[in-house]
């Protein structure tokens, strides 16, 4: 059986650093900003901003289009919202990105290419509150003039209207962190129920003549309309990763009381994450996935205790699990676009990292945890060490060695003795901020874990 073994530097002939580094390195404000004022926060900001102003715009009466056909703008950023959150569009997104510019471009487009497709959550969350900013100045369009609409209409866009902003106050990061389940079961049954709603609003307001004030039930007017097309686009998009979705053999290896190793068959290429569940249509979460490549016989995830679900993965193990065969792609897909690289992480980050290392030798593996071979176990070792060349992996195991390392100190070693590009890292929120803030002081292009704000 292998054992996971620490090794304090990646390879013996890492020259000394010509400068000091020092552990809690102070960074300046300038730096805080632009890692908090991120590309999600660019995106999401400006597709806000632009909404905002048609909106008002519209208001005042000075753009009379959106006034009249006020649905295709609700409808039209709901379906944005929804498209950029499609396994399926990502997929398409990063196979076009990956296969167009990798390796050649400069490193500066390549970088941004990766920013992009990492922080597309921001054009999500953007649409989505623009959307539910339209649907409200629908509602109130209808009021003002709500001796011209029957109160069917009226009903139908206010139970829509509390749908949307029910669904996206479930989405808040510290309800998604600290109330998971209520997340699920919000975000996504009233989610649906919204959808449901929102053809309730289209069909019925499409249907009624405001000119005669009576119902046109003509199905050749109502498909004529925007609306009616983009509620259909949402409503494809949304079903496209259920008819994915299998019950599916599992085994489960429980090599400590804080890890099950879970394994699927068939290969996987690089950079993807799997959801799974109990259950066919709640409590999905979210788990970097392991593969040796596409050619391999399985695949695995490393869930961590962290909550109800992961502890009765090892208190109870299942047999079957719920997944999604269309699985949907992480930052690291896009480490195709460089010549090298290095992945870091802590704990069970490894599970998002270690594919990108097993399939491509030009990037370079750095795991920082405790105990690592008896909390991960044989399996996980073995990937590391039967398929890893000695000279491509830093372990550091804190309890072997008496503690954490210089993160940044090794991180700029293997950095400069490695040649890499960039730097991807995985780890918990407080981990992930000093790397990211360490790297952005030194200059090291880095990709840190994301948490859609």
Not at 244 to 257: D, G, N, Q
Not at 409 to 416: G, R
Request: hydrophobic share 45%.
């Amino acid at each position: 059986m292998s054992t996971i073994v620490a090794r304090p530097h990646p390879a013996k002939d890492i020259p000394p650093l010509a400068f000091p580094v020092k552990p809690n390195r102070h960074v300046g404000r300038m730096i805080k900003f632009r890692l908090w004022f991120n590309t999600y926060r660019k995106f999401y900001t400006l597709v806000l901003t632009l909404n905002i102003i048609g909106l008002g715009f519209a208001a005042t009466g000075k753009w009379e289009y959106p006034r009249r056909y006020t649905g295709a703008f609700i409808l039209g950023n709901l379906q944005a919202a929804i498209l950029v959150r499609n396994e399926l569009f990502g997929r398409l997104l990063y196979l076009v990105i990956n296969t167009l510019f990798a390796k050649w471009p400069p490193l500066w487009f390549r970088l941004s290419c990766t920013s992009v497709l990492q922080h597309l959550g921001g054009i999500h969350s953007g649409c989505a509150t623009s959307g539910a900013l339209w649907l409200v100045f629908r509602i109130v369009m209808i009021f003002a003039n709500y001796h011209h609409y029957p109160v069917s209409i009226t009903a139908a866009g206010i139970v829509t209207s509390v749908a949307v902003f029910i669904s996206i106050l479930s989405a808040l990061p510290w309800v998604r962190e600290s109330y998971h389940n209520v997340f699920e079961g919000y975000h996504r049954l009233v989610g649906w129920f919204g959808l449901l709603s929102t053809w309730v609003f289209v069909v019925l307001g499409d249907s009624y003549d405001l000119t005669t004030r009576s119902w046109d039930p003509n199905g050749i007017r109502l498909i004529r309309q925007q609306d009616f097309w983009f509620a259909m686009g949402m409503t494809i998009f949304i079903t496209i990763p259920w008819v994915t979705l299998r019950k599916v053999p599992v085994t489960i290896e429980v090599p400590s009381p804080k890890v099950a190793i879970v394994r699927f068959e068939r290969g996987m290429q690089q950079g993807l994450l799997a959801r799974i569940s109990r259950g066919s249509i709640l409590e999905y979460h979210a788990f970097g996935i392991i593969s040796k490549g596409r050619q391999s016989q399985e695949h695995y995830l490393i869930c961590g205790v962290q909550g109800d679900f992961t502890q009765s993965l090892v208190d109870n193990p299942p047999t079957h699990l719920w997944t999604r065969q269309l699985k949907f792609a992480g930052v690291s897909n896009t480490s195709k676009l460089y010549k090298r690289g290095i992945r870091v992480c802590t704990g069970t980050g490894l599970g998002a990292a270690l594919s990108t290392c097993l399939q491509n030798p030009n990037w370079y593996l750095i795991w920082m945890g405790s105990d690592q071979a008896k909390t991960f176990g044989p399996t996980i070792s073995a990937l590391i060490h039967d398929n890893l060349s000695p000279d491509q992996y830093t372990l550091w195991d804190s309890k072997e060695r008496g503690g954490r390392p210089d993160v940044m100190q090794l991180i700029k070693e293997v950095y400069v003795k490695w040649g890499a590009e960039v730097v991807f890292i995985t780890s918990n929120l407080g981990g992930n901020t000093e790397m990211m803030r360490g790297c952005k002081k030194e200059g090291i292009p880095a990709f840190g874990t994301l948490w859609d704000f």
